[in-house]
């Protein structure tokens, strides 16, 4: 069998299956999930999704750098953009 032919008969079951369930049964499998405190329902007051809004944005800037200074950096591993800003308030004063 294909992978699209496999896809299709799972959705077919799937949708077999959603159909087979009865209204109580429905209800009682809602009833439990309103139940189990590791499934309640999505709020405004939870955070959204991805990294907190930094305080501090960052700016994409082209810049050219001397290859000896980028390689200095990469050679420390990663966290070489982080190290290389550091460097760069450091000798601005910041």
């Given at each position: 069998?294909?992978?699209?032919?496999?896809?299709?008969?799972?959705?077919?079951?799937?949708?077999a299956a959603l159909e087979?369930?009865?209204?109580?049964?429905?209800?009682?499998?809602?009833?439990?999930?309103?139940?189990?405190?590791?499934?309640?329902?999505?709020?405004?007051?939870?955070?959204?999704?991805?990294?907190?809004?930094?305080?501090?944005?960052?700016?994409?800037?082209p810049l050219r750098l001397?290859?000896?200074?980028?390689?200095?950096?990469?050679?420390?591993?990663?966290?070489?953009?982080?190290?290389?800003?550091?460097?760069?308030?450091?000798?601005?004063?910041?």
């Open positions: 069998m294909s992978k699209i032919s496999d896809r299709a008969d799972a959705r077919r079951r799937a949708l087979a369930i009865t209204d109580e049964e429905d209800a009682a499998i809602a009833a439990a999930a309103r139940a189990d405190p590791d499934a309640q329902p999505l709020t405004d007051a939870l955070p959204r999704r991805g990294r907190p809004k930094s305080p501090r944005p960052k700016l994409h800037v001397d290859a000896d200074i980028v390689e200095r950096f990469k050679a420390a591993g990663p966290g070489w953009q982080s190290r290389m800003n550091e460097a760069l308030r450091k000798a601005a004063g910041l």
